[in-house]
């Protein structure tokens, strides 16, 4: 098991494997960053924006802090529909590869 | 308004009666599969990712995401809304970030994950260290907050409140394990969902099921100011600093790292997040609309008296919509969810002492089934007594910092480590060791010396350090730590067995 894995972790697909991974989940960190820390900076620094009136008493801030929320929630979709079909095929893949070894 | 809130009513004690005894007899059915310590510390594995997801929100969502957000929401307004955002943003990044290495390089703990490659002994410590400290701090705040709220709702005297959380969630605990602290964690988490839901409902129903009109409503019956960004956030950094201690002081949490073993693979793992992420924001999307609904219906003026955190909101505003029966309905939900988190936390911090200290540390990893699960479940008894006494000890204290400094201990002193262990080859030892405790140090000396502390408990004039919230500097400190001593210090040893780790990591070759 030790030395037939080897090639594996050193071969092309499982770097680009790797490499992609993390892109995805980097991409995806920065993109809950700006969502949830653009709300924050919003109330520190413009509060006129999130009090400006949408109804007759509502505030875009509400509409803004549940978007925050469902963002968020949309992005671990993304996540995971990514990951379900794109990187189980590649990790099938190169188990098969390990398997006929 | 009058109200029988404070008095140990019929249906409250029923409702909570019910509770007790449908998770005691599940509690004897999962005894009876909990022989292993795969079967204790894990539920053999076999929770689902769907079940899972409920049990992790259940972990997640205590009585200060119900009661205190309701709360903060009918007496500040808007303040609440931004408050609870904080809340669910650590849930994506949790699954980005770790849910899925951690899984498929762990066994029982997140320790596991940060010793795969090291030395065990000194990093095993230091990992347990940081579990444990976290784990106390939380725990405190959440038998306080028993304590206090269980007075409230029942009228039961503090003590008497304490120790019954104490001794019903460790008999969950001890006898049924993983398998019965997940179901009670299902439970809950049905039971919060389904409450609250028809606690929004039948508040809505008041505002034609518009919140347009129920918002109209507050900005008359108040001021349009409730509606705004209010006092809570003054200054940005401080925000900021808050931010991040509670995005990732979750992927520090060691109970909820831990409920990642309970599902059998990382595919599950990941899609429980999903499920999880979904339930708790759902929850703190409606949750605000039962604050504002309880600050019109009930009046600020009364929910302020009652208790004056604003704690007993939605509490008051069940009573008022549908009667005594709903209140005492509402009152055991509030009550199953304080017992549920304590069992997760008191599981957790079992884990550490007797999976990390005493299996891999004093026995050198040596040690067999049987003694282990032995050895579990004196550690269980051992942190659980612990949670009741340290709960009255801290009666009457102001507990408020102790959840921002677990989340806080969380981020700086595991989270670093966790992150590094699985994405960083020259991590060594001595870097990780080091990383923990500065982190946890640091944390908890900044709080001490922060406004919330230095100002609001110990009552000095002005705070030391000025963030209420020290995680910008804590783990950022630990991080460079980490960084620094393990370039200084580099383990041949550590760097070789990467290669093997990372197949385990991405391809789950070898993952339990």
């Known amino acids: 098991m030790g030395q037939s894995k080897k090639p594996v972790e050193e071969s092309h697909e499982f770097k680009e494997l790797v490499t992609t991974r993390w892109v995805v989940a980097g991409t995806l960190t920065l993109l809950v960053f700006i969502t949830y820390y653009g709300f924050i900076l919003m109330v520190g620094l413009s509060r006129e924006t999130l009090a400006r009136k949408i109804g007759e008493a509502t505030t875009l801030g509400i509409p803004l802090a549940v978007l925050v929320i469902v963002i968020s929630f949309l992005l671990t979709l993304v996540y995971i529909v990514w990951a379900n079909t794109g990187y189980d095929k590649r990790v099938a893949a190169l188990t098969r590869m390990l398997d006929k070894r | ?512």
């Open chain 2, 1 to 512: 308004m009058k109200t029988s809130l404070g008095e140990p009513t019929t249906s409250g004690i029923a409702f909570f009666l019910v509770f007790v005894c449908v998770s005691l007899l599940i509690t004897y059915w999962a005894a009876r599969r909990t022989r292993t310590t795969t079967e204790y510390y894990a539920a053999a594995r076999s929770i689902t990712a769907f079940q899972n997801g409920l049990a992790l929100a259940g972990d997640y969502m205590s009585a200060a995401s119900f009661l205190g957000i309701a709360g903060l929401v009918a007496l500040s307004g808007f303040d609440g809304m931004i408050y609870a955002t904080g809340w669910l943003v650590g849930w994506p990044v949790l699954l980005f970030l770790v849910a899925e290495p951690l899984r498929n390089l762990g066994k029982f703990t997140f320790a596991d994950v940060v010793a795969y490659r090291l030395r065990q002994r000194p990093i095993r410590i230091a990992a347990a260290i940081g579990s444990i400290l976290t784990v106390l701090f939380y725990t405190i705040a959440q038998m306080v907050g028993a304590g206090n709220l269980i007075k409230l709702m029942f009228g039961l005297s503090y003590e008497t409140a304490v120790i019954i959380v104490g001794v019903v969630m460790l008999i969950y605990v001890l006898f049924g394990g993983m398998i019965a602290t997940t179901w009670v964690q299902i439970i809950k988490a049905c039971l919060l969902l389904g409450g609250v839901t028809l606690l929004m409902i039948l508040t809505m129903a008041q505002f034609d099921f518009s919140p347009g009109v129920l918002y109209s409503k507050v900005a008359s019956t108040y001021s349009q100011a409730s509606l705004e960004p209010g006092k809570l956030i003054t200054d940005p950094l401080d925000a900021i600093s808050l931010g991040l201690a509670l995005m990732f002081g979750l992927l520090g949490l060691p109970h909820i790292l831990m409920r990642f073993y309970t599902v059998p693979d990382a595919k599950e793992a990941r899609k429980s997040v999903g499920w999880a992420t979904g339930f708790i924001g759902y929850f703190y999307c409606i949750i605000p609309l039962v604050g504002f609904g309880a600050s019109v219906l009930v009046g600020r003026e009364l929910i302020a008296s009652v208790d004056k955190g604003g704690n007993m909101a939605a509490l008051l505003l069940s009573e008022l919509l549908a009667g005594t029966p709903f209140l005492g309905f509402v009152a055991a939900v509030a009550f199953a969810t304080i017992l549920a988190v304590v069992a997760g936390l008191t599981l957790a911090g079992a884990s550490a002492l007797s999976h990390d200290i005493y299996v891999n540390v004093v026995k050198g990893g040596h040690a067999t089934e049987w003694e282990q699960v032995k050895v579990a479940r004196i550690a269980t008894v051992i942190v659980g007594l612990l949670a009741i006494i340290l709960g009255i000890v801290f009666k009457g204290q102001n507990v408020a910092f102790m959840v921002g400094l677990a989340f806080a201990v969380a981020c700086s002193a595991n989270f670093p480590a966790l992150l590094l262990s699985i994405t960083w080859k020259k991590l060594t030892t001595a870097g990780a060791t080091a990383s923990i405790v500065v982190g946890a140090v640091l944390a908890t000396v900044l709080i001490i010396l922060s406004p919330t502390v230095w100002v609001d408990v110990f009552k000095n004039q002005a705070a030391v350090f000025p963030l209420k919230n020290p995680a910008i500097v804590s783990m950022t400190a630990s991080f460079v730590t980490a960084f620094v001593v393990s370039l200084v210090s580099r383990e041949k040893e550590a760097e070789q067995k990467f290669g093997d780790q990372r197949t385990r990591t991405y391809l789950a070759l070898g993952a339990e």
